[in-house]
């Protein structure tokens, strides 16, 4: 970047008589003049990242978050964006926070939230807007706007970091001296096409359940859309069915990791037969009918064609997920809670098939290649990650097992194939590791140990080259579904247990001496690596 074209933003400052960075040490009131200073400079000549400030004001401090300078603005031609600036106390690093869905939804909204936690920490936060307006399941924007999916697809993240550093740098008058991504779902795939495509952007990369492919995440709901749903959308599996389905998973594999909490140590292994559960002449109730057997047998199969074959390596919701699978069923009103975000998915990002398009209309042996023009916008499967290895960078990601939104296989198996690109185990995880969480739904919560530091373990791989060789993760009693992707640590609540997370293909099991709830009383094992989702080529 060009810091002498960042000048004019610092005229009020110098007037302040205030020395060229020192903002971070300035009197409350230097520093809130400063911060309005910003909203007056010229930041067009940003290489690569022509930027317009709109508006900078200072923020006081509340119980989450210090005070901050707020600074609005956009990249041409349409990713706005705000970023949070310490008034005080910043720690010297830059953070971008990811977005969630179709995002959009950043600027003067709770989804700014994202920067609490990092805000907390010292560091300068940024959130883009991904380069349009909408909410989080809204996808009309992208409608016949070649434009708007490349942002959506890479550019915005790229250039909301290299204005984010810019304007950092103009503030506090010195360079970041490291940069880091978090976020997860969409935020995931941010961070996974940074490190894929934009190599120097961040010294550390957190992807959580990435959506690795937008076209094969787009075809799991449909798919489970059409499952679920009757002709006359009334759902296949009511609530009751899918906790029955649930509790007989867990008969067959909740002691698969040597202990009985509820959790599933790695769905993989598995062996459950849904037709175990139809009803029969002398069975009529707690059981399933045809219909019921064979939608839960699709879902776990998940998207394929006409003669079976499997329309994408993302595979389907996993064993241990079932109490999930409710936002494909269809309500009173007709629609089922996800639909709105898979039909627009579909419909305006992965396609232009416009909004007379229904999930009812997709056809297994025609349409899914129909995707692939689009899906080179979004695509963050790419498994070549030598230029972020050898720029240093570090890239840590994770999953949780139960997801139902975000398959999981679609992110071993990334994971997997870039071992094999990158000349195997222990190259790779010099600098890339994957951290599977049991019993985990999508990013955070449900019946296993979701709440984890990564960021605490990313700044110290980055910083200090100790990498993360089990991570700790408590579950933490409450109600912790939200739409923060990025968590305050400790989260509130009474932590029920621990559990260490190892990397990827390690697992964890039970030692079987000491307290079952503390993570000391449980050692890490050899999982079964190699099998991602081409090991679910049939139906459980």
């Known amino acids: 970047m060009r810091l002498q074209s960042l000048a004019p933003a610092w005229t009020a400052a110098t007037a302040l008589m205030l020395p060229l960075g020192a903002v971070a040490d300035a009197a409350p009131n230097d520093a809130e003049q400063a911060c309005t200073a910003l909203a007056s400079g010229e930041y067009a000549e940003i290489t690569d990242a022509p930027t317009h400030v709109t508006a900078s004001r200072a923020v006081s401090a509340t119980d989450s978050r210090p005070a901050f300078c707020q600074v609005q603005g956009y990249v041409a031609p349409n990713t706005g964006f705000e970023l949070r600036l310490p008034l005080a106390g910043w720690n010297g690093k830059f953070f971008h926070a990811g977005c969630t869905g179709s995002c959009g939804f950043a600027i003067d909204s709770p989804w700014v939230r994202e920067c609490d936690y990092p805000l907390s920490r010292g560091y300068a936060c940024i959130v883009s807007d991904m380069g349009h307006r909408s909410g989080p399941s809204d996808g009309l924007w992208a409608w016949n706007n070649l434009e708007a999916k490349l942002d959506f697809g890479f550019r915005a993240t790229h250039r909301a970091t290299v204005a984010g550093k810019a304007l950092t740098e103009a503030f506090y008058g010195r360079v970041p001296a490291r940069s880091y991504f978090m976020g997860c779902s969409t935020g995931g795939r941010q961070g996974l096409v940074a490190a894929q495509r934009f190599p120097d952007d961040f010294d550390g990369v957190i992807a959580g359940a990435p959506v690795v492919t937008e076209a094969a995440t787009a075809m799991n709901f449909i798919w489970n859309l059409q499952v679920s749903a009757t002709p006359e959308r009334r759902p296949v599996l009511d609530r009751r069915a899918l906790e029955l389905v649930h509790a007989a998973v867990l008969a067959a594999a909740d002691d698969d990791d040597g202990v009985t909490d509820g959790v599933i140590g790695d769905p993989r292994r598995v062996r459950f037969d849904p037709g175990s559960l139809q009803c029969t002449a002398t069975r009529t109730n707690d059981c399933l009918s045809p219909a019921q057997v064979d939608a839960v047998r699709r879902i776990y199969a998940g998207p394929r064609t006409s003669s079976g074959r499997l329309v994408s390596f993302a595979g389907a919701p996993l064993p241990g997920s079932e109490l999930g699978w409710g936002i494909f069923s ?211």
């Open 330 to 540: 269809p309500g009173a009103n007709g629609r089922a809670p996800s639909e709105r975000s898979g039909v627009d998915t579909t419909r305006y990002i992965t396609s232009d098939w416009g909004p007379r398009w229904s999930y009812r209309d997709f056809d297994w042996d025609r349409d899914p290649p129909r995707l692939a023009e689009r899906e080179v916008f979004y695509s963050a499967n790419h498994p070549d990650l030598r230029a972020f290895e050898a720029r240093g960078g570090k890239l840590l990601v994770y999953h949780g097992w139960a997801d139902p939104i975000v398959t999981p296989l679609g992110t071993v198996d990334y994971y997997e194939t870039a071992e094999r690109t990158m000349g195997g185990r222990e190259r790779t995880q010099a600098f890339f590791r994957l951290f599977m969480v049991p019993g985990m739904k999508h990013c955070f919560a449900g019946p296993g140990p979701f709440a984890i530091d990564y960021l605490a373990a990313l700044e110290a791989w980055v910083e200090q080259g100790t990498a993360p060789e089990t991570l700790i993760g408590a579950h933490v009693a409450g109600d912790h579904d939200g739409p923060s992707m990025i968590r305050r640590l400790p989260v509130d609540g009474a932590v029920k247990f621990t559990r260490p997370i190892p990397p990827y293909p390690q697992t964890y099991r039970y030692s079987g001496r000491g307290d079952a709830t503390s993570a000391a009383s449980f050692r890490t094992v050899d999982g079964p690596a190699g099998r991602g989702s081409r090991a679910v080529e049939s139906p459980p």
